[in-house]
């Protein structure tokens, strides 16, 4: 009894599903919507080139770009120098960083 009635609701189904397709191929197509035409208006203006001087500003710390660690390898007492041998400090080439007094270092070794 099952069997016959799963079987008769499936048959109409597909009728169903059947008439349902035949309908909506049938049906006329609708012709697309002609576009509107927008007409906009566009302004323009000549430019003339020139330079433009360029402002940075900015604020916080600066880091160096080539950074350079020295390390003494000798020990004694640190003299004074033409500049003061501090971060940012500024030396021409083949000038004298700094100078250490190694001579107390030197005489303690002796002894």
Do not use: C, W
Not at 25 to 53: E, L, R, Y
Request: hydrophobic share 45%; aromatic share 6%; net charge positive.
């Amino acid at each position: 009894m099952r069997k016959i009635i799963t079987s008769v609701l499936g048959l109409a189904l597909l009728v169903v599903a059947f008439l349902g397709a035949k309908s909506l191929m049938s049906g006329k197509p609708q012709a697309a919507a002609a576009p509107k035409k927008n007409i906009t208006a566009v302004f323009t203006d000549t430019v003339q080139n020139s330079s433009i001087p360029i402002v940075i500003t900015s604020s916080g710390s600066l880091v160096a770009r080539n950074k350079v660690d020295l390390f003494a390898e000798v020990q004694g007492i640190f003299e004074k120098s033409a500049h003061l041998y501090r971060p940012g400090s500024f030396y021409r080439k083949g000038e004298l960083l700094l100078r250490i007094n190694s001579d107390e270092h030197r005489a303690n070794l002796k002894a």
